[in-house]
């Protein structure tokens, strides 16, 4: 019911932009995040956007990406600037049926499968 998109490889200092499709039920009165896991690491939020339009972003990573949602297309992106190694994980997208923002992963009911995203030195 969540798909993600738009990982890959890319070099420091690149951008990508990640995409997250939702099924319709999935996106009206939700709120969408995308979260980030490294090996050995915790899920951590990178980014969430509530149904209103409210943005919060990760400390890590607030000067550099940028989320936006289109809720007429039931989508949600990241666009990744600055990427640096220490941004390589697996990112998912995220819904909960929210209209304030949720900043644990295990409030969250419905996940897309992840995307890698490298980032090379």
């Known amino acids: 019911q969540l798909q993600a998109s738009g990982g890959g490889l890319v070099q420091a200092g690149g951008s990508l932009r990640l995409s997250c499709a939702a099924s319709g039920r999935i996106f009206s009165g939700y709120v969408m995040s995308w979260f980030r896991q490294a090996p050995g690491k915790q899920r951590e939020l990178v980014a969430t956007?509530?149904?209103?339009?409210?943005?919060d972003y990760g400390r890590s990573v607030e000067d550099r990406f940028i989320i936006s949602r289109d809720n007429a297309r039931n989508t949600m992106d990241l666009q990744m600037n600055s990427l640096q190694p220490e941004d390589t994980a697996v990112y998912y997208c995220a819904a909960a049926r929210s209209s304030r923002f949720l900043y644990s992963p295990t409030l969250y009911e419905f996940w897309g499968q992840g995307t890698l995203v490298t980032v090379s030195s």
């Open positions: 956007v509530t149904s209103g339009g409210m943005i």
